[in-house]
């Protein structure tokens, strides 16, 4: 089975950086997915990490330590549209989502 | 670009009334996904299928079924409605992770808001 941790809420400023954790426990691994949400929206894909190390994507970059089962998705320059659910999810044969980090951006 | 197409956008339904969500992709994906998001949650997989055929159950199959006659086509049928099943249903799909290039990551639908009341 999968286990997935998340931080329920984020509060953070515009213009700062914000890390958001994810930690795992999973009998298979095949991948790790950020995915953002905003409210009353589907998700959409942000990263993807197979190896260990670092994706960079602009302001997004995801982490991966598979030995660690933790990953991290970091957002730099942050905009009041980064106001979001951001969902983290492992892959093996299937995809599990965890409980999601919802990010509020104050000004 | 249809991508993966969910209907009905919204439907509310009576205790005991039956109903399908219909889910279309145009994208040849093979693999397929039911999930459902409770408000202020994340998703939980319901019913997933790895190709025409081929069905199998997620984390919270019980009171849906489902059916894979065709690539593009994956219904998720209610037979008994209940009020614990009122959520927001998404389907997603997805193509084999290949390569450096391929992620395999999932196209979602927009979403199927069902009230059973």
């Known amino acids: 089975g999968q286990n997935i941790d998340q931080p329920t809420e984020m509060t ?36 993807y990490n197979v190896l260990d190390g670092l994706e960079e994507k602009g302001r997004f970059s995801s982490f991966l330590s598979r030995s660690k089962g933790y990953s991290y998705l970091l957002l730099k320059e942050l ?11 492992v892959r093996d044969e299937k995809l599990t989502f965890g409980t999601g980090t919802r990010l509020t951006i104050i000004p | 670009n249809a991508g993966v197409t969910q209907t009905p956008k919204f439907r509310i339904l009576k205790i005991g009334q039956s109903m399908t969500l219909q889910c279309t992709q145009d994208m040849n994906h093979n693999y397929m996904y039911w999930y459902r ?34 690539t593009e086509d994956f219904p998720l049928r209610l037979e008994l409605a209940a009020p614990s099943q009122t959520s927001v249903y998404f389907c997603a799909s997805s193509s084999p992770r290949q390569g450096a290039t ?16």
């Open chain 1, 79 to 89: 905009q009041m549209k980064d106001s979001a659910s951001y969902l983290c999810a």
């Open chain 2, 37 to 70: 998001q409770d408000p202020g949650m994340g998703l939980k997989l319901i019913y997933y299928s790895v190709g025409a055929g081929i069905t199998d159950k997620g984390e919270v199959p019980n009171g849906y079924n489902v059916s894979r006659s065709t």
């Open chain 1, 12 to 47: 953070a400023t515009e213009g700062a950086i914000v890390q958001i954790n994810c930690t795992y426990q999973t009998s298979g691994f095949n991948g790790l997915f950020w995915y953002q949400q905003h409210a009353g929206e589907a998700p959409t894909f942000l990263s």
């Open chain 2, 102 to 117: 391929n992620t395999g990551e999932l196209f979602f639908g927009e979403g199927s808001r069902l009230t059973v009341l």
